[in-house]
């Protein structure tokens, strides 16, 4: 019996293997067992659930199909259940990776994944799923986000693209469009983002990363406006992933000292965006929606001019109607929030230091002075908690960035930076032996010829 279902589930992987379309389909109908099956049912129940979900999820038009899953019963109940916390796309990938080594196994030769990358829509669709179900199991982890199968990460991208624009901050993300890719002789459909504006936090180039090393100013108009901007943008997106290295630096040249400012910022990477909740995720930087404070004057009237029906027009093709929902309730909140505790600033009073009020005349002057002394306190501390404005997380995350690299090997540039180096180093040596009338001869070992 054993041998049996050994070889039927090698046959199966080898079948399941060769159409992602066909494992797909699998992958659903074992989904839909497990959600269904308990472990109290008898194996004659649990075989007539099989059948039944196999009728059910598939039509006459998978006939092999259903003749291949049924007569691989045994196996597919067998497969292990995923944990009860998986979004849809983790436990899909889980089934693929599965066939995949099953296919494996039964078949050295096969080589399924060279099978797969032949195809190349295939080996996309593969890349896709499991790219997905990895960022919904950083969503969780991160911000308890239910990401909805089918709401992929090109959608979330775009999306985001254009919201920016609609507000009329097109530049704070990169640029994302949907593209149409043939190859072939089958058209892909897929993402264009272009390339960001500024200077990359994760680079391993040595040049760049000695143009953080010179970074001292953090206080110009450029980084208040942009950080501030994107605290409001990522919570009416639901972005729950703009850590330091999901965003792009713009550094001013050195000053006479050598010293490097912070002009602005550009988010990348939406992948998480757009989530099933409307508050209480994790912001990066921020403790709570609450802490957004100062706000640009036109962004604050195109907030003021969202709608349901403007939202549907816009990314109503790519996000999930409870999704819009959802982004509705956190538009109405930042709506009541500008209205009540936000300071509107002026496009050319970013300079927030230079132009804050001496003194309290009315609520909005107390907001922004005890926003900025906030800012101000919040520097330098290491405590998430103690961190409430964006600003704030890049000072900390650069200076952080720049002890690390102070602390590890230093690299050269170039090979002529290299060679100046050992040259000196070469200097600093202490010779091994003195030349002239003073020089110590070693003394020898042994009996000694002569007087």
């Not at 089934?95 to 080589?111: E, G, T, V, Y």
């Not at 309290?360 to 900025?372: G, I, K, M, P």
């Not at 405590?383 to 650069?398: E, L, S, Y």
Request: net charge negative.
């Amino acid at each position: 019996m054993e041998a049996g279902i050994t070889g039927k589930k090698e046959k199966l992987g080898r079948e399941l293997i060769g159409d992602l379309d066909t494992l797909k389909k699998a992958a659903g109908v074992v989904m839909a067992f497990q959600a269904q099956v308990n472990k109290d049912m008898e194996e004659t129940e649990k075989s007539a659930l099989m059948e039944q979900v196999i009728g059910e999820k598939l039509g006459e038009q998978d006939r092999d199909l259903k003749n291949l899953l049924s007569g691989n019963k045994d196996f597919l109940m067998g497969v292990p259940a995923p944990d009860r916390w998986m979004s849809a796309a983790e436990k899909r990938d889980q089934f693929f990776k599965l066939a995949l080594i099953q296919a494996k196994a039964s078949d050295p030769n096969a080589k399924p994944l060279d099978r797969l990358i032949e195809d190349g829509k295939a080996i996309h669709q593969f890349a896709d799923a499991a790219r997905a179900a990895d960022a919904a199991s950083t969503a969780r982890s991160n911000a308890r986000l239910n990401l909805d199968e089918g709401n992929e990460l090109t959608s979330r991208n775009i999306a985001s693209s254009r919201m920016a624009e609609l507000l009329g901050i097109g530049d704070i993300i990169a640029h994302s469009e949907p593209m149409k890719v043939k190859m072939g002789g089958k058209v892909m459909t897929g993402c264009f983002m272009e390339f960001a504006k500024g200077t990359d936090l994760s680079s391993k180039s040595e040049r760049v990363q000695r143009m953080f090393d010179q970074v001292e100013i953090f206080d110009t108009a450029g980084l208040y406006r942009d950080a501030a901007t994107l605290e409001v943008f990522d919570f009416l997106c639901g972005q729950a992933d703009r850590h330091e290295k999901n965003m792009f630096y713009q550094l001013s040249e050195p000053d006479e000292n050598g010293k490097r400012a912070i002009t602005g910022l550009q988010g990348i990477d939406s992948d998480l965006a757009f989530g099933d909740w409307a508050e209480g995720f994790n912001m990066n930087g921020l403790q709570s929606w609450k802490d957004t404070t100062f706000i640009d004057a036109g962004l604050a009237e195109k907030v003021k001019g969202l709608d349901r029906d403007t939202l549907e027009y816009a990314i109503g093709d790519l996000i999930p109607q409870k999704q819009i929902d959802v982004m509705m309730q956190r538009v109405n909140l930042i709506k009541d929030h500008i209205e009540k505790d936000m300071v509107i600033v002026e496009p050319d009073k970013w300079d927030l230091n230079a132009h804050k009020p001496e003194k309290a005349e009315n609520h909005t002057d107390q907001r922004y002075l005890d926003a900025f002394a906030r800012m101000e306190e919040s520097l330098g501390n290491t405590f998430p908690w103690g961190i409430r404005h964006k600003n704030v997380q890049v000072n900390n995350k650069i200076n952080q960035h720049k002890d690390e690299r102070a602390k590890g090997p230093k690299v050269a540039l170039s090979f002529k930076e290299l060679e100046g180096k050992e040259r000196r180093q070469a200097l600093r040596r202490e010779p091994k032996m003195t030349i002239g009338k003073d020089r110590v001869l070693p003394k020898k070992e042994g009996p000694q010829l002569g007087p």
